[in-house]
Nanobody
Framework: QVQLVESGGGLVQAGGSLRLSCSVSGSIFMINAMGWYRQVPGLQRELVASISSVGMTKYADFVAGRVTISRDNAKNTVDLQMNSLKPEDTAVYYC????????????????WGKGTLVTVSS
């Protein structure tokens, strides 16, 4: 069973930094894109940043210049370094990975972590 486990969330003052980490475990063949999403209660989950298997990155406009996504393919991890945090960044942050299982011809499947809460105080 493939699992994604996030860590690194918490309470931080506005202007501060946090580093979120996500580790993928289980029987996998390979991981395609990985990403971080966030969700505020009552609102849709939105993409924060994503990174392809070869390191191409994409950032949401609302975090551009403040966030860096990185991954370690050997360790099956993806990190999100967040700087200059704002109160509006408060949300539950979810790790996502497009996983290919060691099953012939199986398509990639989206796997989600359970989320980690980031709270930014003003």
């Amino acid at each position: 069973q493939v699992q994604l486990v996030e860590s690194g969330g918490g309470l931080v003052q506005a202007g501060g930094s946090l580093r979120l980490s996500c580790s993928v475990s289980g029987s996998i063949f390979m991981i395609n894109a990985m990403g971080w999403y966030r969700q505020v209660p009552g609102l849709q989950r939105e993409l924060v940043a994503s990174i392809s298997s070869v390191g191409m990155t994409k950032y949401a406009d609302f975090v551009a210049g403040r966030v860096t996504i990185s991954r370690d393919n050997a360790k099956n991890t993806v990190d999100l370094q967040m700087n200059s945090l704002k109160p509006e960044d408060t949300a539950v942050y979810y790790c996502n990975a497009a996983i290919r299982l060691p099953i012939p011809n199986a398509p990639p499947r989206d796997v989600w972590g359970k989320g980690t809460l980031v709270t930014v105080s003003s």
